[in-house]
């Protein structure tokens, strides 16, 4: 009788398993999908560029050549590399500082203020384009890293993600660091910072990706070679070559690269920052 209990345990388990990876299989041909779909037209020559778009027929190099060089792609991902740079650093920076004074400081509302806080993250970026737009026109910062870096030196979310992780830092530590005649400036930099490294690492993957992949407000300040990002410069890519969209799947492939490089390098920093929700004593 235990060996058909058993027996019967295993084949509902197996059966479990099944559904499972079917339902995950399904999950990640979905997801898959348009990325295969984009890979195929971007290496696809432009004659049979249409032609059959789910089979990679004649493969070739020379389509992501023209749209690197003709599409001046290596231009636009240098300027998204300094923006994402500037923004990326001053965020972080930004994030620790006001973090610490909500998480260690007392002072007369304190609460009231990171509410405020809060609150931006429920304004939707795009509903402020308008008055940043006018402000950097009136300060004739169009068409410069200061209209694509300045607006976005801080954010609320760095700081609520970091003022969550400090507060998981045991108060014992900074009583004795207290106590041993450290102030504030030297515990953010010796210990609280060190222990919430991954998170550190996690918020500026946010960020790069949040900066990389910005399109609106690029396009908006924007109007030369000089200081377009890729995502801009993409746009520009497709306006002109409206004959050839494989140019601009080759440019959209060329433009994920460092996005899939960043995340498969610092995979682990992202879910460690993730997942990191004390600190062992």
Not at 12 to 30: E, H, K, Q, S
Not at 70 to 75: P, V
Not at 193 to 220: D, H, I
Request: aromatic share 12%.
């Amino acid at each position: 009788m235990a060996t058909d209990v058993a027996a019967i345990d295993r084949v509902n388990g197996f059966w479990r398993r099944a559904g499972r990876y079917t339902i995950l299989a399904i999950i990640a041909a979905v997801i898959l999908f348009p990325i295969y779909t984009t890979l195929v037209a971007a290496f696809k020559p432009g004659s049979i560029a249409l032609r059959h778009p789910l089979l990679p027929e004649s493969p070739t190099f020379s389509v992501i050549k023209e749209a690197w060089t003709g599409g001046h792609l290596g231009k636009y991902m240098l300027n998204s590399a300094i923006v994402c740079l500037i923004v990326v650093v001053a965020q972080i920076i930004t994030s620790v500082l006001s973090a610490y004074a909500f998480a260690f400081l007392q002072f007369p509302g304190r609460m009231i203020v990171f509410s405020i806080f809060l609150a931006t993250l429920l304004v939707p970026a795009e509903a402020i384009y308008v008055t940043n737009f006018r402000t950097i026109q009136s300060l004739n910062w169009i068409d410069s890293f200061r209209a694509l870096t300045i607006p976005f030196l801080a954010t609320a979310f760095g700081t609520f993600l970091l003022r969550q992780v400090f507060l998981q830092i045991p108060k014992e530590l900074h009583e004795a660091a207290e106590m041993d005649g450290i102030g504030h400036w030297g515990f953010m930099k010796e210990v609280a910072v060190p222990l919430v490294r991954p998170s550190l690492g996690a918020l500026g993957l946010f960020c790069f990706l949040g900066t990389w992949n910005q399109y609106l407000w690029p396009v908006l300040v924007t109007k030369t070679n000089d200081y377009r990002t890729v995502q801009s410069g993409l746009k520009v890519l497709a306006s002109s070559r409206l004959d050839s969209p494989n140019l601009v799947m080759a440019g959209t492939v060329i433009a994920a690269v460092p996005i899939f490089a960043v995340l498969i390098v610092f995979q682990r920093q992202l879910i460690r920052g993730l997942t990191a929700g004390a600190v062992k004593g």
